[in-house]
Nanobody, 123 residues
Framework: HVQLVESGGGSVQVGGSLRLSCVASGDTISRYCMGWFRQIPDKEREGVAAIDDHGDAIYANSVKGRFTVSQDAKNSLYLQMNSLKSEDTATYYC???????????????????WGQGTQVTVS
């Protein structure tokens, strides 16, 4: 199965930008549903952005117009985050799933494979 490793997190000022990367190995992600999630302590993991079964990018309302998810031919998934706000502070996770159908690509329950997470702090 696929293994996922995130990078690109860090500390940034409000209004700044960061680009997260997720490198996959062990399988080709072109056939997977891929997503970015985030979590803060004592809160449920929240779907941020995903590339769904049709190859369409979908976003949580809280990040629409600021975040962009993309995927390349080198087996990597990206999350470009602009106009960052303090409430974007969280640990960000990359996720993948190879099931043929996903009812809701921003639902964490839809995904089997997860990276270890990368911390994003906006202040």
């Amino acid at each position: 199965h696929v293994q996922l490793v995130e990078s690109g997190g860090g500390s940034v000022q409000v209004g700044g930008s960061l680009r997260l990367s997720c490198v996959a190995s062990g399988d080709t992600i072109s056939r997977y549903c891929m997503g970015w999630f985030r979590q803060i302590p004592d809160k449920e993991r929240e779907g941020v952005a995903a590339i769904d079964d049709h190859g369409d990018a979908i976003y949580a309302n809280s990040v629409k117009g600021r975040f962009t998810v993309s995927q390349d031919a080198k087996n990597s998934l990206y999350l470009q985050m602009n106009s960052l706000k303090s409430e974007d502070t969280a640990t960000y996770y990359c996720a993948a799933d190879d099931s043929p159908f996903h009812e809701y690509a921003l639902g964490s329950w839809e995904y089997k494979y997860w990276g270890q997470g990368t911390q994003v702090t906006v202040s």
